[in-house]
């Protein structure tokens, strides 16, 4: 169970050999799930949901990135009624297997065609609850955090980890970016909201803000 929520669960893998955070945000009375950042392992993740006999009724990508993308294809097999969804603006990189490091790092190529491309600020009504999109430029241009006002957790993808930033010298990547969405997005949160990112251990805002070397409430001599 989601800590001080009786009616929703968070499930956590790591998959894929660049140890990528796939989570399963559910409903647990109603057994329907979205699927965060299926970055592999399609069998591993179907486990999951058919271990808590869920049904999965939406597939979430916080960014394109190959470690994150590489279980969508099973997964719409799997779910065919699942529709993808995925900032804005990262339709291009997700369909470039060149920019979204499929070729030059698993010498293959990998794309996914999108249902839904999502806005910043969008509310989405979805578990029995609202999922909001928060667009989070500078890992890529597209990079989106999803936030989830109800149970305090914000899936971060790759703009932020424990005490530290996604990289930004990848395609679309941008430094100067990623610092503003840390410090005047993501750290703007409730300083209580846990963080759940793509990669390492999950974290809190407030962690963030005293211990993060990137974030502006960390004094640097």
């Known amino acids: 169970m989601t800590p001080g929520n009786d009616k929703m669960m968070i499930l956590e893998t790591q998959v894929g050999p660049l140890v990528t955070n796939c989570y399963v945000l559910a409903n647990v009375k109603t057994k329907e ?27 979430f990508l916080t960014h394109g990135h ?4 590489g279980a969508v294809e099973g997964l719409k097999v ?11 603006l990262e339709k291009d990189l997700i369909e470039n297997p060149e920019e ?17 491309f999502l806005e910043d600020g969008q509310l989405l009504d979805l578990l029995g609850t609202q999922i909001e999109v928060i667009e989070t430029k500078g890992h890529t241009i597209g ?3 999803y936030y989830v006002e109800e149970l305090g957790v914000l899936f971060s993808g790759d703009t932020v980890f424990y005490h530290s930033v996604g990289r930004t010298d990848m395609p679309t990547g941008n430094g100067g970016e990623i610092l503003h969405s840390l410090n005047e997005i993501v750290l703007k949160l409730p300083e209580e909201t846990t963080i759940y990112p793509g990669h390492g251990e999950n974290t809190t805002v407030k962690e963030e803000i005293l211990n993060n070397p990137f974030s502006d409430g960390v004094e640097t001599l």
């Not at 299926?38 to 999965?56: D, K, R, Y």
């Not at 799997?78 to 804005?88: D, F, K, L, M, N």
């Open 33 to 59: 799930a979205i699927i965060i950042d299926p970055g592999a392992e399609v069998q591993n993740i179907i486990s999951i949901l058919e271990q808590e006999e869920l049904n999965c009724i939406g597939i």
């Open 66 to 69: 190959c470690d994150h993308i």
């Open 78 to 88: 799997q779910y065919p009624t699942a529709p993808i969804y995925v900032g804005r």
């Open 100 to 116: 979204n490091l499929s070729i030059p790092i698993f010498s293959k190529s990998q794309t996914v065609k999108a249902d839904v």
């Open 143 to 145: 990079s989106v955090c």
